[in-house]
């Protein structure tokens, strides 16, 4: 059965903080993994996308890893806002039946 | 552009009663879904359509029903409210294989 799993399921940070949030998925076969924030009370938004042949993709403060070997994924958050307080949700596409698999989230609060 | 939106955004149902969500979309989409997000578990797939007049189960289709007569909307029905359908749902939208676009969810309430 294909599978995302996310960690931690919550995590507080003060403002200006780094951190990282994990994906492993079981996923087959692969076809891209995409990161999608989601603000309270609102729909998830896409941060970036990660194919097979790709190992690292930036979109501005958001660094998205893939290592396609292991069926890993990272998310990086450098100097963190407020408004980075979310739930990062890391969802997995497979070629076959073109379905998409969502991890849980992470539960993302930041501090002043 | 308004993008992907939902009606309504809030609802409490007595168990028995039925009920209609509505998504539409102004990106002229072919496919469209349905989703219902629960706390701690990630977003399943209700129902979904691949264009006008067609519809498809996804992982979760028990107690709900679909419609799809116009291209820009995707109807989600409830014929018998039950508790275990209080949830918030999610309508999304996409052009084939691409990204997928979401609304702001309904939150619904089965007593």
């Known amino acids: 059965k294909n599978q995302v799993e996310q960690s931690p399921q919550s995590l507080i940070i003060l403002e200006g903080k780094n951190c990282t949030l994990q994906c492993n998925y079981t996923v087959s076969p692969f076809s891209n993994l995409r990161w999608y924030k989601q603000d309270t009370g609102r729909g998830p938004v896409s941060l970036t996308i990660m194919t097979f042949s790709e190992n690292t993709k930036s979109n501005g403060r958001y660094t998205a890893t893939l290592d396609a070997d292991t069926k890993q994924s990272s998310l990086h958050i450098t100097a963190s806002q407020l408004s980075d307080s979310a739930s990062y949700i890391c969802v997995v596409r497979s070629n076959a039946g073109n379905m998409l698999t969502f991890g849980g989230g992470t539960r993302l609060m930041v501090k002043p | ?111």
């Open chain 2, 1 to 111: 552009n308004a993008g992907v939106t939902q009606t309504p955004k809030f609802r409490v149902l007595k168990t028995g009663q039925s009920m209609t969500l509505l998504c539409a979309q102004d990106m002229n989409h072919e496919y469209m879904y349905w989703y219902r997000q629960d706390p701690g578990m990630g977003l399943r797939l209700i129902h979904y359509s691949v264009g006008e007049g067609t519809t498809a189960k996804g992982e979760v289709p028990d107690g709900y029903n679909v419609s799809r007569l116009k291209k820009q909307n995707f109807l989600l029905g409830l014929e018998s409210a039950a508790p275990s359908q209080t949830s918030v749902y999610f309508c999304a939208s996409s052009r084939p294989v691409n990204e997928q676009f979401f609304g702001p969810g309904t939150r619904l309430t089965v007593l």
